[in-house]
């Protein structure tokens, strides 16, 4: 079993910056750097929307366009770690931050959420007006 943890969220200003961090930890995922990671959000009444991805090796990137030029998702296989960092926060980034790992290892980046097999419990990120 894997298990995923987000932090980092908060209540922001519009223009602000905020990092989110997901942890990875579980017997079956000691191979952390051979998956794909992802960053989605879910705002109150809308379905659950791709923000960005990362690949295995951490050198390949794909954002939403929503998001592009303002996030940047990164990792740090030694920690198991996958970072967000938002910068430029707009109201409309209003939402409920999940992190994801890929099905299958050394895939592809992946943009639907069926493609992604376990989920953190996600993290709240509120930016004011």
């Known amino acids: 079993q894997v298990q995923l943890v987000e932090s980092g969220g908060g209540l922001v200003q519009a223009g602000g910056s905020l990092r989110l961090s997901c942890v990875a930890s579980?017997?079956?995922?000691?191979?952390?750097?051979?998956?794909?990671m992802g960053w989605f959000r879910q705002a109150p009444g809308k379905e659950r929307e791709f923000v960005a991805a990362?690949?295995?090796?951490?050198?390949?990137?794909y954002y939403a366009d929503s998001v592009k030029g303002r996030f940047t998702i990164s990792r740090d296989n030694a920690k198991n770690t996958v970072y967000l960092q938002m910068n430029s926060l707009r109201p409309e980034d209003t939402a409920v931050y999940y992190c994801?790992?890929?099905?299958?290892?050394?895939?592809?980046?992946?943009?639907?959420?069926?493609?992604?097999?376990?989920w953190g419990p996600g993290t709240q990120v509120t930016v004011s007006s």
């Open positions: 579980g017997r079956t995922f000691s191979t952390f750097s051979s998956y794909a």
């Open positions: 994801a790992t890929d099905r299958a290892p050394f895939g592809l980046l992946h943009t639907r959420t069926v493609d992604y097999a376990y």
């Open positions: 990362i690949n295995s090796g951490g050198f390949s990137t």
